[in-house]
């Protein structure tokens, strides 16, 4: 089932914070997240694991609290090079299943 | 290494004219995945192999199918395109096994189906 993202659109000036939600009506193993510029693949940025692994960028961070389903993505001090669209994809259930579900993405964009 | 490679980069076709979207890693990876991207939709999952000899079913299957005969290969095939079928496709692959590997996507292929 298809993660919900919110919001669905942020505007900032450079060096303001954002958060971007990921929430999941299904029990997650996993949550991916990636960063899509226009006209360019997706690109990763972090991932969360069930039991609180996390493997990621340096300069964002990301939380995953497994009993409400969800994750969130902080970007802090935003450079223009932050523009884009965020996914997050999620696996469900208790172990990994290999089949990541995406969310329907969020457009940030970061002015000077 | 070259990364995901596919394709071709851009393709038009007729409705009703059948097609095979490449794509290929040589990164030894055991997953590989095949999404579409419509504007609004986000990407969505069409079919995923774990393995050679290997696949499942994503979130949208219909009209679409793949096989695995290697490890490096994983073409999807359209048989009878449709307009709605217009999109991009993004290929991708990771290793597998759960422990928060990264997922390597390709250039993408635009569609466009008449």
């Known amino acids: 089932q298809q993660p919900v993202q919110s919001p669905q659109a942020v505007i900032l000036r450079e060096g303001e914070d954002a958060v971007i939600n990921c929430s999941s009506s299904?029990?997650?193993?996993?949550v991916h997240w990636y960063r899509q510029k226009h006209g360019e693949a997706p690109v990763f940025l972090m991932i969360?694991?069930?039991?609180?692994e996390q493997k990621g960028h340096e300069k964002i961070s990301a939380s995953f609290n497994e009993k409400k389903q969800q994750s969130s993505l902080y970007l802090t001090a935003s450079q223009l090079s932050y523009s884009g669209t965020y996914f997050c994809?999620?696996?469900?259930?208790?172990?990994?299943?290999?089949?990541?579900?995406f969310g329907t993405g969020t457009r940030l964009q970061v002015f000077p | 290494n070259a990364g995901v490679t596919q394709t071709p980069k851009f393709q038009v076709l007729k409705t009703g004219q059948s097609m095979t979207l490449q794509c290929a890693q040589d990164?030894?990876?055991?997953?590989m995945s095949w999404y579409r991207q419509d504007p609004g939709m986000g990407l969505r999952l069409i079919h995923y192999?774990?393995?050679?000899?290997?696949?499942d079913q994503g979130e949208v299957p219909n009209g679409y199918n793949v096989s695995r005969s290697t490890t490096e290969d994983f073409p999807l095939r359209l048989l009878s395109a449709a307009p709605s079928q217009t999109s991009v496709y993004f290929c991708?692959?990771?290793?597998?096994?759960?422990?928060?590997?990264?997922?390597?996507f390709g250039p993408g292929t635009r569609l466009l189906v008449l």
């Open positions: 991708a692959s990771r290793e597998s096994g759960g422990r928060g590997e990264t997922q390597y």
């Open positions: 299904k029990a997650l193993y996993s």
């Open positions: 969360l694991l069930k039991g609180g």
């Open positions: 994809g999620t696996e469900e259930g208790a172990r990994n299943t290999d089949k990541l579900i």
């Open positions: 990164m030894n990876h055991e997953y």
């Open positions: 192999s774990v393995g050679a000899g290997i696949t």
